[in-house]
């Protein structure tokens, strides 16, 4: 570990499990009898645009309610303390990185906190629901849609992701199922780097068998545990 000046850390909705957010493929995976892959896409959105303004103005509201836990304060500190490159590529769109003090974080799935005006491609902030059509805040289009990135969509910031990847000497993989892609396959380009890598997470994942480590718990023990570890604690 001494050899290690760059990270690139990605995290997934086990992260954030034990703020009591649902992750997506756990316990059923279903909302009202969808899959996530049925509502998180651009055709249902055309198809029925209520049934899929309900599932994330439900969850935009949820997150609101919901704290940082010990995993997402270690990688702060750990932000807030490593001399070296360091970024934090979240898939998830709640907002608890940053409400726990993290700086160096990109959110490569979007982030529930903000609306996609479709009229005029501007984002803004956003807090309430869009089931009801507000005007969008800059053209007053009523245009909004939930700033997320679908099932066929582009995910963001993909050159900068890369581009970290290619500086970095360690790649973390904490709390994802390794079932969504491009994000399942940056343990591929980071073996193919020569990095090290690592995953933490409370079971074993898709992509388990590419990483040169597995620590298996929950992200509140196995992160902070780890953070230690680099920060020489
Ligand atoms: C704990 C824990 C605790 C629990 N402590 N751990 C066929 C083959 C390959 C690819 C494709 C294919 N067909 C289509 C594709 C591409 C497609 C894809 O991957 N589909 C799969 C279904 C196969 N991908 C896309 O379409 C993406 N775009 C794309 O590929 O564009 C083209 C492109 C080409 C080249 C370069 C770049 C791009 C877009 C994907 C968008 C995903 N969007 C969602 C919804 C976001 C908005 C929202 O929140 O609703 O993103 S889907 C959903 O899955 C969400 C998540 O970010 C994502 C990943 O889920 P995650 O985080 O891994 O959660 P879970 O639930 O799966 O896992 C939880 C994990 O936590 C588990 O491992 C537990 O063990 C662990 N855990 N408690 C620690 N306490």
């Excluded at 050899?3 to 649902?22: C, F, H, K, P, Y």
């Excluded at 509201?61 to 807030?80: G, M, S, V, Y």
């Excluded at 982030?111 to 629901?129: F, N, Q």
């Amino acid at each position: 570990m001494s050899q290690i000046r760059n990270i690139v850390i990605l995290t997934g909705a086990g992260i954030s499990a034990e703020s009591g957010i649902d992750t997506f493929r756990g316990g059923g995976g279903l909302w009202e009898q969808h899959r996530v892959e049925d509502v998180a896409t651009p055709e249902a959105f055309a198809r029925d645009p209520n049934l899929v303004h309900r599932f994330y103005d439900m969850r935009r509201a949820a997150i609101q309610e919901r704290l940082p836990n010990a995993a997402h304060f270690a990688l702060a500190e750990l932000d807030a303390q490593w001399r070296g490159d360091l970024l934090i590529v979240t898939q998830n769109v709640d907002d608890l990185h940053e409400r726990g003090g993290a700086s160096r974080v990109l959110h490569m799935h979007g982030e529930h906190l903000k609306a996609w005006c479709t009229s005029c491609d501007i984002r803004s902030p956003w807090r309430g629901p869009l089931v009801n059509r507000p005007p969008c805040p800059v053209c007053q289009a009523r245009t909004l849609r939930p700033d997320v990135v679908w099932f066929g969509e582009m995910p963001y910031q993909m050159e900068r992701i890369y581009g970290a990847l290619r500086q970095a000497d360690l790649f973390v993989s904490i709390g994802t199922s390794g079932a969504v892609y491009p994000a399942a396959g940056f343990v591929q380009s980071a073996r193919d780097l020569g990095m090290q890598t690592l995953e933490l997470n409370l079971e074993r994942s898709q992509g388990s068998h590419w990483f040169h480590e597995t620590r298996l718990g929950p992200a509140s023990e196995v992160v902070p545990a780890w953070v230690a570890e680099m920060l020489g604690g």
